[in-house]
């Protein structure tokens, strides 16, 4: 059984800064991507960054410039710092895990979400 757990939201001023951590219990046999998405009040969730097994890193274009996504697949373990942030920014924010069984099965997990406002 995979757990999710995100840490980190709070309440910040415009311009001020964030780092998000999501940490998974359980076990993985292959970890292919882990990302963030985000969704804020009345709208649909949206991605905002993903980090492949190998490194490689992708941002959607509101964010990207400002926001950094890191993470380490052996230890099954993501980060977002967020920077410059903005009240468009305000939304929970989820990190989603994209993995195989031992089979090559495509599985997917997510975890329970952070809130992060962003108000003056």
């Known amino acids: 059984q995979v757990q999710l757990v995100e840490s980190g939201g709070g309440l910040v001023q415009p311009g001020e800064s964030l780092r998000l951590s999501c940490a998974a219990s359980?076990?993985?046999?292959?970890?292919?991507?882990m990302s963030w998405y985000r969704q804020a009040p009345g709208k649909q969730r949206e991605w905002v960054a993903t980090i492949g097994s190998g490194g490689p890193t992708n941002y959607a274009d509101s964010v990207r410039g400002r926001f950094v996504i890191s993470g380490d697949s052996a230890r099954a373990t993501v980060y977002l710092q967020m920077n410059s942030l903005e009240p468009e920014d305000t939304a929970v924010y989820y990190c989603?895990?994209?993995?195989?069984?031992?089979?090559?099965?495509?599985?997917?997990?997510w975890g329970q979400g952070t809130q992060v406002t962003v108000s003056s």
């Open positions: 989603n895990f994209r993995h195989r069984d031992y089979r090559g099965r495509p599985l997917s997990d």
């Open positions: 359980g076990s993985f046999f292959s970890i292919t991507a």
